[in-house]
């Protein structure tokens, strides 16, 4: 493996490591407002596999701010979250496409032709496969700009619409 995959992959892995160790310190973060959102969604969306009540602060959130802020505070923090999992697959893609050609073949020609779409709706939708989506986006070689792009709109569309849902709790 190339070093600099290998130093991709480290990083990744001590950042994961980080984010579940501090997953239950989440709610410490409530105190500081927008600031507070935009780091539970970013420590919630980069642990890979594990809920986290990153939802839960964009709806307590437009109870408090004005719905567009939250939404784009969570929005943001929690697609750099999100990385995680695509440099992961960045990272890892020798391994993967050494090991399993066939299923690499077959995911491949899926996401040339629909994996801008697959981000969008995948981040839209609240749902715990999204860490399998980011991977194979890195294993692709998807550019930064071509994963980052839909998965923020997708989660700016979510997160607006649970903001406003905070809001309709008043």
Partial sequence: MKKSYFLGFAASLILLTIAFLFRDRLSDF??????????????????????????????????????????????FGASLGDMIGFFL???????????????YMFLHDIFKKYGSFIIFIVALIPN???DVIGILAGVFSFSFYRFFIPLFLGRLIRNLLLAYFGVFLK
């Fill in 30 to 75: 409530k105190s500081l407002g927008l600031l507070g959102i935009f780091l539970i969604n970013l420590l919630g969306n980069a642990t890979l596999f594990l809920p986290a009540p990153a939802i839960a602060s964009v709806v307590a959130g437009g109870l408090l701010y004005p719905a567009i802020l939250v939404a784009l505070a969570a929005s």
């Fill in 128 to 130: 715990p496969f999204f």
């Fill in 89 to 103: 697959g960045i990272s890892g893609k020798a391994l993967f496409i050494k090991n399993h050609h066939k299923w």
